[in-house]
Every structure is written in C-alpha cells, then in structure tokens.
RNA sequence: GGCGCCGUACCCAAGUGGCUAAGGGAAGGGACUGCAAAUCCCUCAUUCAACAGUUCGAAUCUGUUCGGCGCCUCCA
C-alpha cells in the first residue's frame, strides 16, 4: 500500500505530477485560509474542500500529515492602495457596514467570523487542522521577516511602509506567468507610488497610525502587509521548505507570488515543492465573491433546508482544477445519495445471522477504485461514482444482510467515508453546529399522528390515513412507510 | 494590452488517441404498496459547439471560427 503515488496538477510546472513528500511519508501542506470580515461562502469551502480531500487521501495511503489552515483576521486593504494609503481596511469596512453594527471594535468582528467560519467547516465535515495560526498572533514575527528582508537587500523602507522589491527577484512571476516583463505590459491604470522603485513592489509593512488595528513596529505604528503572514506562519509550523501550498485561483497572483519571492529570499530555499489552486465555484454560471454580493454560505443553505454533507458532496461533484457551477437542483441531487449512505450505513449495521460474506471482495475493490479515482488529481467525479456503486450494492443487500457481509459494509462505508466524508460526520455536532431551521413540529405530536394513521390504516379507513398524510405534509414532514413501520423526514425545502 | 480556463444528453458532470461516450438528477415504463413515498429492475447522447486538418483510428492532437468564464486590483 505504501507505494501508492499520489498526482496532482501542479500549478508551478503546469502538469499534473506526483506529490512527493521531502521528509518520506510525512507531508506538510499549508492552505492559505479565509479573511474573516465576513461568513465565508461555499466557494471559500470549494478551495478548503480541496485541500480537505488531499488531507484525506494522503492520510489514507499511510502517510503522516501536517496541515496548517491559518486565519487573516488582519484587515487589509481594501481599495488601491498604492496612491495614497487611503484605501479602507476590509475589516473597518466590515465594522461600518449595516452587519458591523453589532461589534464593538474590529477584534470583535474578527472573531465572530472566525468561530462562523469554524463551525461551517465542522459542518462541512472537513478535517480539523493541525495548526490553524492567526495572522494577529504571528505580528512580531512578520517584523523580524520585513527586517531580515531590508538586511538582505529585498525591501527597503520609505515614509509609507516597507516594501518588498520585485527587481531583487528574478524568478518573480515563475508560478502565475506575471514576469516583471508581463506585468510592464499590463495597461492596468494601476496608480504610481512614488515611494515605491517600481509598481510591483509590495509591501510588507504598512505605516498608519490610523488604522484600527496597529502595532508598534521599528518603522513605527502600523501593520503588517497581507503577503508576509502566510510566509511567516508556514515558516514557523511546517519549516523553511513545505511540500504542498493550496490555495483558490485567484490566490496564484499576486498572493502566492509575491510568499515565493518573500520566503525563498528569506530562507534561500524552495518554498513550496508543489502548487495546488482550485477553480472558482460559478453559481448559474457567473463567478461569486463577496465584492459581487452574489454568494451562498454554508449556513445559508442549512437554513433553507439542505443536509451539510449535501452540501458538502455537491461542492466536490466537479474537479477542483475546472470550474463548477453549483445550483440548488446539485444541492438536491447530492441529497439522494446522501441518503442513500445513511441507508448503507443502517443495512450495515442491522445485519445479522450466520453466512458467507457475499460482498467483501467486490466492496474492497471498489474502495480501492475510489482511492484510486482520487490519487488521480482528485478525481472526485469517479470516486464519488466507484464510492455510490458500493453503497447501491449494499442497499440491494437488504434486511437480508449477514454479520459476515455487513461487517464487511461496515468497513467500506467507514473507508469511503474517510476518503470523501459523506457518510456520516466526523463532529458529534455536525448537524447541530448549525441547527437546520427545522419545521415547527414537536416530533411528539408527529408521533401521535403516526399512531392515529395507523389506527385508520388497520380499520381500511384510507381516506382518514391519507388525510393525515396530507396534513403532515404541508407542515414539511414526509411519511415513509415500511414493513417494521412508518418512518418520518423532514422535507427540504429547497 | 498580458496571462489562463471552459464548451459532452433536459440539468450537473467524468472521459483527453483505439472495446458498446462513467456516474448522479430529471423524465418514461415495470416490480413493490390499500394508494403513495423510499427501494429495486428497465429505457434515456451512432454522438462530444462549428468547420478544416493530422492519423489505420479523435470527444480526445493541430488550426480557424463561434460562444461562455476567470486573473492581471480585495477576493477561495
């Protein structure tokens, strides 16, 4: 099993190659995290999911892995601020906004998205991080990297803030093609700083004892510039060299650029071997992002009635490197084979009985299919297809099961689940971290009605037994019945 | 102006040189059911935006055209 390879499309090189690990069998892997001035939407979880299901399959192919998630809870600038300096922080903006009325500072703020943001990521049933660092704590770390910088002749300072000089890097532009010469080229009316030698440079530090939130620095008040954080904090979890760096698309240019040119001047070493850059979600076919006002979020979703792991498998249904198109009926048709998991799941385990184990050997090659499909560049499609052809196998099964055969299931749907998560949730509060807006019906009164319709059932009363169907119905509630009895689920109202 | 992505059935979406173009949803038929729902079985693209070319052979490679999207500025 060791020797499995694990492909990836890697952004650097623009070909799909295997992920190799520099210390052998443990990976370091950091994912640029979300700025919390806002609830994340679930093409922020598109990209998370991502770096999720390389956790998973790394893991599941015996390696050790050490994931770092961080937070920005820094705000940044919002506008140009090349000019003046006068672009508005994304987290003051927040505070202004209609939604910031309830904090009372930007530190507040921040954190009330960053707990949002950790329960929609419980929610979604993404594995926890090793070390999810914060940007806020790892300031004084960032002012000893703008330092070296300056000592090493790749910053300079000037009365705004210190930069980071472009010229001093002949490899900038290496990841995303935006060579110095590329970027000359740009028609961009991209506003000139004379305190900078040349457009391109960006900064590390920026002076404003305005801001709101500010630290001291030996270039005096101000804060730190957003490329250093993630420079700094993958430095100091995952060392001077990392195997793998994940991020959305839009993060290739200039974000991970300009870490490269920061990190690799820092250390003089590779800083990431490999580059993973997930493709925007599109929602009816057009981009989402928080400036477009236009995004879903994950508790958003829940509230209207959509299962998390639903959700969740219809956020990995495309592959991450092409662009997916999410919409309420992908919502819905996730929910099927959800469903269809949580039925595997309980014909796994009410099997019973003596018998041969009719399925073993057919549900381990499928979840060897499935690993397989993801070793592929996360070929999520295939899995998730190889992964339902098991659980469909299992459903035709039936009460019928035997020990021998659902003890069997039971080790797919646990496999399957630690690869793609969409079996059941990895939190105990999974589907409570956000409570659905369930109907206003005590389950109590549902029960009665059960028993009420049952009671017309056996006296051949069908007109009363549909009735209360019916009136259960309108209240979102639908009755399946069965042999052992009548069961209930909630209706999506989606 | 620079860099890049995509166009496969009613919808979502794999496949990127060679058996009959995965899978899910929807739809239609059947089994089951008092009737439903759920579940199971069956049907559902001679064709991959268009045109031209390379090849014994292309959805897959090359070129052109049309259409859609993204980055270059905060964004996953």
Request: hydrophobic share 35%; with cysteine; charged share 25%.
């Amino acid at each position: 099993m060791g020797e499995k390879t694990f492909r990836l499309y890697d952004t650097m090189t623009k070909q799909v190659k295997e992920l190799q690990t520099k210390e052998p069998g443990h990976l370091k892997f950091y994912a640029c995290g979300p700025t919390v001035y806002s609830y994340a939407h679930i093409g922020n979880f598109r990209s998370f999911l991502t770096a999720d299901l390389i956790v998973r399959v790394a893991k599941a192919i015996g390696w050790k892995v050490t994931f770092v998630n961080n937070i920005t809870d820094v705000g940044h600038m919002t506008d140009d601020d090349l000019a003046d300096g006068q672009g508005e922080d994304k987290l003051e903006k927040a505070l202004k906004s209609k939604e910031g009325e309830h904090f009372h500072n930007v530190w507040e703020l921040a954190e009330h998205y960053t707990n949002a943001f950790e329960n929609d990521w419980r929610a979604l049933n993404l594995l926890p991080p090793d070390v999810r660092p914060k940007a806020t704590q790892h300031v004084r770390q960032q002012i000893l990297a703008a330092e070296t910088l300056i000592e090493k002749g790749n910053a300079y300072e000037t009365p705004t803030g210190v930069y980071y000089s472009v010229e001093s890097f002949p490899e900038y532009g290496k990841l995303s093609g935006n060579t110095q010469d590329n970027l000359r080229q740009a028609v961009r009316d991209v506003v000139q700083d004379d305190n900078k030698r040349a457009p391109a440079d960006f900064a590390l530090w920026k002076k404003d004892d305005k801001h709101l939130m500010q630290w001291y620095s030996p270039f005096g008040w101000g804060f730190p510039g957003w490329h250093i954080e993630c420079t700094v904090m993958a430095r100091e979890y995952l060392g001077d060299s990392i195997d793998l760096h994940s991020g959305g698309e839009d993060n290739m240019f200039p974000h991970h650029e300009c870490e490269i040119a920061q990190s690799e001047s820092l250390t003089g070493q590779p800083f990431s071997g490999h580059w993973v850059h997930t493709r925007f979600l599109q929602v009816n076919g057009e981009k989402m992002s928080k400036s477009a006002g236009n995004f879903y979020t994950v508790r958003d979703l829940i509230a209207k009635g959509a299962d998390p792991l639903a959700v969740r498998y219809g956020l990995i249904a495309g592959i991450y490197g092409k662009p997916l198109n999410f919409t309420d009926q992908g919502v819905r048709d996730a929910q099927a084979n959800i469903e269809r998991y949580r039925k595997a799941d309980q014909i796994a385990k009410s099997s019973s009985g003596d018998g041969p184990d009719t399925l073993g050997p057919m549900l381990d090659d499928l979840y060897n299919q499935t690993l397989e499909a993801l070793c592929n560049d996360l070929n999520t499609p295939v899995a998730l297809a190889k992964a339902l052809e098991g659980a469909r196998t299992i459903i035709k099964e039936g009460d019928s099961i035997t020990r021998a055969t659902g003890d069997s299931a039971k080790r797919f749907l646990d496999g399957v689940n630690s690869l793609l998560g969409i079996v059941y949730s990895e939190y105990d509060d999974g589907f409570t971290a956000i409570q659905a807006s369930a109907p206003n019906v005590d389950a109590s009164l549902i029960e009665a009605k059960i028993v009420e319709r049952a009671e017309a059932k056996a006296s051949k009363d069908f007109a009363r037994a549909d009735a209360i169907r019916k009136e259960l119905e309108e209240l979102g509630i639908e009755l399946r019945d069965s042999p052992t009895g009548t069961e209930w689920v909630v209706k999506s109202s989606l």
